[in-house]
């Protein structure tokens, strides 16, 4: 039988009384993460899709395991705003993975400018432990997220751009590039 309400204090075998203390409301137990606990960031927005999601596209998944310097090609250009074109960012990749095995310090890198762009929370790992440690699913992950927002990852930044300016859209924009006009009188 249990009391209903614990008591304040208890009974140690040896006749000792024993306080009861309530942990702090800020505790943490020693077993879990603090990031577990951590208060939800304000500002920051959810990935459209999980990281491990990456059967929502499967060409995409495919791609990406096979060549993941095409994927990664598509979102540098993106991120960057087409001053670094896919082919030159997708070399770049590629050259460094096949001589290093160390793709995920460059792509990495792009990972934390898409959140920084689009406001979205870092995740269960740093960027880099992210590419470190599923190199592909986060790739993957990058390019489902800006293909959500409405870009056609196929045609790269300019065309995009191009396409928003006519009034052409792809897939549901959520967020699609804003620029500025050109010169104007």
């Given at each position: 039988?249990?009391?209903?309400?614990?008591?304040?204090?208890?009974?140690h075998?040896?006749g000792?009384?024993?306080p009861?203390?309530?942990?702090?409301?800020?505790?943490?137990?020693?077993?879990?993460?603090?990031?577990?606990?951590a208060p939800p960031?304000?500002?920051?927005?959810?990935?459209?899709t999980g990281?491990?999601?990456?059967f929502?596209?499967p060409?995409n998944?495919l791609?990406?395991?096979i060549?993941p310097c095409i994927?990664?090609?598509q979102v540098a250009d993106?991120?960057?705003?087409g001053t670094?074109?896919c082919?030159?960012s997708g070399?770049a990749?590629g050259?460094?993975?096949?001589?290093?095995g160390?793709?995920?310090?460059y792509s990495?890198?792009?990972?934390?400018?898409?959140?920084?762009?689009?406001?979205l929370?870092e995740?269960p790992l740093?960027d880099?432990?992210?590419?470190?440690c599923?190199?592909?699913?986060?790739?993957c992950q990058e390019?489902?997220?800006?293909k959500n927002?409405?870009?056609?990852m196929g045609?790269g930044?300019?065309?995009n751009?191009?396409?928003?300016r006519?009034?052409v859209?792809?897939a549901?924009?959520m967020?699609?590039?804003v620029?500025g006009?050109?010169m104007t009188?």
């Amino acid at each position: 039988m249990h009391p209903s309400h614990p008591p304040q204090a208890y009974e140690h075998k040896h006749g000792v009384t024993v306080p009861v203390t309530a942990p702090p409301e800020n505790h943490i137990p020693p077993y879990t993460s603090p990031a577990m606990y951590a208060p939800p960031q304000r500002g920051l927005t959810r990935w459209s899709t999980g990281l491990c999601h990456c059967f929502d596209d499967p060409g995409n998944c495919l791609i990406t395991c096979i060549c993941p310097c095409i994927t990664f090609g598509q979102v540098a250009d993106i991120v960057d705003r087409g001053t670094c074109p896919c082919v030159a960012s997708g070399i770049a990749y590629g050259l460094l993975l096949g001589f290093t095995g160390l793709g995920c310090l460059y792509s990495c890198l792009y990972r934390s400018k898409l959140r920084g762009q689009y406001d979205l929370e870092e995740g269960p790992l740093p960027d880099c432990l992210v590419h470190f440690c599923c190199e592909p699913c986060a790739l993957c992950q990058e390019y489902r997220e800006l293909k959500n927002r409405g870009f056609d990852m196929g045609i790269g930044w300019n065309a995009n751009v191009d396409r928003q300016r006519r009034g052409v859209m792809g897939a549901p924009a959520m967020g699609a590039p804003v620029v500025g006009g050109g010169m104007t009188r």
